[in-house]
């Protein structure tokens, strides 16, 4: 859901070790989902999105985890490096007529050398 | 492919000038275009989608002529800032979706993002 005004969490992982980024979305119509990374003073940049057919997807170094009976994602990357630190948002749209993004609040992924 | 840019990546004005944002799709071609605005370490605020040769929709509080929104094609869409003041200030960020013409395994639904523009008023 809509989290304006909010300061984001941070997440703390030591370097190699395993991240988990959760997120819990507001609406249960919403039947696609995706994963942005965003890098200080850059705009959001694609990483993975699971369709609501699906409960898990894995790409390179990260899965994404779909549980639609709590409304819960969840974004795992593997052996975290210092290059993934950065603000992760979780997004949720129902692809209908007219469909737009809904962003979830963030999370600041801090990884430790 | 879906490669999303902005003109200019920064920049800084006078109060109560206009100032004017490209959001170009470089390798396919967008039927829809969104504008965002986005405080520091806040989430993405969407202002309005734009859809090519029609008026854009424009978000519940967000001004339609403080912020006018121009999608001539289907590769570029502007959003001008009229008469802009300091609260103005922001990063504003564009994104497309409906990547005709993008290649195998580009999602329709998904919104590519441009790199973002930091507008500071003086």
């Known amino acids: 859901g809509e989290n304006v005004g909010l300061h984001l969490p941070t997440l703390s992982v030591q370097e190699g070790d395993n991240s988990i980024i959760n997120c819990a979305y507001s609406n249960s119509a919403s039947d696609y989902f995706i994963w942005y990374k965003q890098e200080s003073g850059k705009g959001p940049q694609f990483i993975i999105d699971?369709?609501?057919?699906?409960d898990k997807r894995q790409g390179q170094r990260v899965t994404v985890l779909l549980n639609k009976t709590v409304k819960h994602l969840s974004l795992q990357i593997a052996a975290t490096q210092p290059g993934d630190s950065a603000v992760y948002f979780c997004a949720e749209i129902y692809t209908g007529a007219n469909s737009k993004l809904t962003f979830g609040k963030g999370i600041t992924l801090s990884v430790r050398p | 492919g879906a490669v999303v840019s902005q003109h200019p990546s920064r920049v800084i004005c006078k109060s109560g000038t206009s100032v004017k944002i490209e959001c170009r799709s470089l390798d396919f071609q967008a039927t829809t275009m969104f504008w965002y605005r986005q405080f520091p370490k806040q989430s993405l605020m969407l202002m309005a989608t734009s859809n090519e040769g029609s008026k854009a929709t424009y978000e519940q509080g967000v001004e339609k002529d403080k912020f006018l929104i121009n999608h001539a094609s289907l590769t570029l869409s502007t959003l001008t800032v009229t008469s802009a003041h300091p609260e103005d200030s922001s990063f504003y960020i564009c994104?497309?979706?409906?990547?005709?013409?993008?290649?195998?395994?580009?999602?329709?639904?998904?919104?590519?993002f441009g790199p973002g523009t930091r507008l500071t008023v003086l």
């Open positions: 994104s497309a979706r409906g990547p005709i013409g993008a290649g195998a395994g580009v999602s329709t639904d998904t919104q590519y």
């Open positions: 699971i369709r609501s057919n699906m």
